[in-house]
């Protein structure tokens, strides 16, 4: 009886600690973004419904070595606000805003609206794409991409990508654009999709023929009856 009881306590004690552990990751929701710490910042673009960081190990190039080969994706939903906040949220703390006066907040806040704003995320969805160290991306050509790279829903539905900035250094992002809608208006990410499904032939990055899947869970991006993304 006693072991019993021991059993218990230290089962209900890891359940309290799971659970405290996954308040304290997800402790970005329910405050404005102006209060986010770093980490709460980090966790939104790293860790969220709009994004996620992917390690696959396995040979990329032509020497296959397993332990110089290892890869890191990083896929950011960049037309979804909280991303975009995220975003912001980090160039502030790295600038000191919240010591800023008002004057200084103000010019800070007129030099970082078109991140907040994103006029093209009206009619586009934009993704981010962090690649291994070892992909070339800095190259990227519109014409080429668009036949290894794909947007889709659960129903097989999908989007061909119409635009891309490319980074100017190894170890940046990626920036993808997707039509939002189609030749009858109609956007392809409701609140009756399932899942947005990424694809990327990993071919056009220099890594070998391998296909990447990146799922998001529609339902953990939906508030108030409206799909942010």
């Known amino acids: 009886m006693k072991t019993r009881r021991i059993l218990l306590v230290a089962s209900l004690a890891a359940v309290l600690t799971a659970a405290t552990a996954s308040a304290q990751n997800e402790s970005w ?20 419904p709009w994004a996620q960081v992917v390690a696959q190990t396995g040979p990329l190039g032509d020497t296959g070595d397993l332990r110089t080969n290892s890869a890191v994706y990083a896929v950011r ?17 790295g600038d000191k805003y919240d010591q ?8 800070f806040d007129e030099k970082n609206k078109p991140l907040v ?26 014409e080429r991409t668009k036949l290894y790279v794909r947007l889709m829903d659960d129903r097989g539905r999908s989007r061909e990508l119409v635009h891309l900035v490319a980074p100017k250094a190894a170890g940046q992002e990626v920036v993808l654009f997707f039509p939002r809608f189609d030749e009858k208006g109609e956007p392809l990410v409701t609140p009756e999709t399932r899942k947005i ?28 009856g409206k799909v942010d993304f």
């Not at 694809?199 to 056009?204: F, G, K, M, R």
């Open 29 to 48: 929701r329910g405050k404005p973004y102006q209060q986010w710490t770093k980490s709460e910042a980090t966790k939104v673009l790293e860790d969220s």
């Open 77 to 93: 939903l960049r037309s979804s606000l909280p991303v975009r906040h995220a975003m912001l949220r980090l160039r502030q703390l």
């Open 100 to 107: 800023m006066n008002e004057k200084k907040k103000a010019e």
């Open 117 to 142: 704003e994103c006029p093209a995320c009206a009619d586009n969805y934009v993704v981010a794409v962090i690649a291994p160290a070892a992909a070339d991306t800095r190259n990227l050509k519109l």
């Open 197 to 224: 499904v990424l694809t990327i032939d990993t071919t056009v990055l220099g890594l070998g023929p391998t296909l990447r899947r990146f799922e998001f869970d529609v339902s953990k991006m939906t508030r108030d």
